[in-house]
């Protein structure tokens, strides 16, 4: 690369430590290592600033459900906003993408639900069921119906209400979070936290944790459990098969509402369009965003049932809640693209049936590595356990950060995934090929051994 070449991006990366504060980042350490410029993408592919070849393996930030790269969808975007680029869904007046999203929407989702309230992200889709499920209750003459149930470890979201019905201890300390009527049960993670018992007896044990929760506040003060399928951010946590079973009988026996929240999930990462097909599972309220779009264009939204829908609009009147970008034409055009394409390419039949199955066998043989404790998955999601004893589940010392170094050795051989904690996770854009996903095992096989490598040098 030319000299100049290397100033104009270090000026870039100087221009940024002076003036970006990115999210969830530590700006000072950020500043002393730089940013690393993506520049473009392609498919499954990116490419930094410097010309280095990246295979996605984490779809953006879980969201690039068909690959980078397509032009019907910036076309699509393009002709929204030459013809219209903006106008709101308030006083009386909707467009012809919003109606049609919502009414496609409607068709993909379970058959109990056909309505969609559209946000900007899913942060505020979270913040929308919040309201939602409490202004249910009111409606149905029960105010006292205020708690929501969620778990520790999920993640919902960064804006208040997100944060707090998240179960992220780090971001609960700042900022005295979370906010009244938000209470936490565990989690479902078998082999951080339950490896004394069977994975099924411990399914079983932290779904009765919904159970004791009910029981303890009362049923008459408990408005809503708010799950993922699996969770995504805390570390691609699949719960034991026994978890959903004994989560449905625990909420078909109560009279609160269930809030599945498939932002990640939603879309077809699980070879269905949502993982409420997958596990079986009957929400009242549906959280959406990321693959809605595939990230092209920001957009989030609440699937609504007909049972939350009827009393909301039957009774209910004005619900005084909505975002000058609910619903934006252009996002919508990007999402209605965006859902022809998985449609046309079969993408989430081809993860049910082909590339799902091939991912989840083949990530498996990574089990053999010494430094792996346990690999799981379903569909286009997995996650690999990095341990000092394989046998034990023994994991290494905190301070050695074996996480980040092999997220940085995965960026050594041309491969991105996320470390939460030591825990490596993936979750490839669903258009990702059997070839694309021999390389991606073959780099994560490589960027083990140089993980390894580096912590024997210790
Ligand atoms: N819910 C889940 C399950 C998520 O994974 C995320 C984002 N990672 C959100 C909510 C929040 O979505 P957003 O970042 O669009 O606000």
Redesign the pocket.
Known sequence: MQQQEQQAIGALQSLDASHHLHPFTDTLQLAGRGTRIISHADGVYVWDIHGNKLLDAMAG??CVNVGYGRDSIADAVAAQLKTLPFYNNFFQCTHEPAIRLAAKIASLAPVHMNRVFFTG????A?DTNLRMVRRYWDLKGKPGKKTIISRKNA????TVA?ASLGGMGFMHQQGDLPIPGIVHIDQPYWFAEGRELSAQDFGIKAARALEAKILELGEDKVAAFIA?PFQ??GGVIIPPDSYWDEIKRILSKYDILFIL?E??SGFGRTGNWFAATTYNLTPDLI?I??GMTSGYIPM?GVIVSDRVADVLVNEGGEFAHGFTYSGHPAAAAAALENIRILEEERLVDKVREDTGPYLQARLRELCEHPLVGEVRGLGMVGAIELVADKDSGARLPADMGAGMLCREACIEVGLVMRAVGDTMIISPPLCISRAEIDELILKASQALSLTFAKIAAR
């Open positions: 930030l879980w992200s899913g942060s505020e979270n993640y919902h979201g960064s997100g993922e995504g951010a929240d932002v990640i959280t965003a990321k989030g």
